[in-house]
């Protein structure tokens, strides 16, 4: 929304509240997801790194880990 500044909300999401987080879901995908944008948002709104940079390590590991297609 126009006009509305960028917030980080606490979660309380850690190394430690990620493993609880996947257990109690039953979806470990989801929890790492969630830690990873929380300090991708962290990192652009409070230390003010450029988006791009995440963006471009995101893809790289995406690429890495991705299967191989015949």
């Known amino acids: 929304m ?3 500044m960028d917030t ?3 979660i309380g999401l ?3 509240t ?3 987080l996947a257990k109690e879901t039953g979806d470990e995908r989801f ?3 969630s830690y990873r944008r929380l300090i ?3 990192g652009k709104t409070v230390l003010d790194i450029e ?3 995440f963006e471009t390590v995101f893809d790289d590991h995406k ?3 991705a299967p191989i297609m015949i």
């Open 51 to 53: 988006g791009k940079k």
């Open 63 to 65: 690429e890495k880990s």
């Open 8 to 10: 980080v909300l606490n």
């Open 40 to 42: 991708q948002m962290f």
């Open 2 to 4: 126009p006009g509305m």
């Open 14 to 16: 850690n190394d430690d």
């Open 18 to 20: 990620l493993i609880g």
């Open 31 to 33: 929890a790492w997801d």
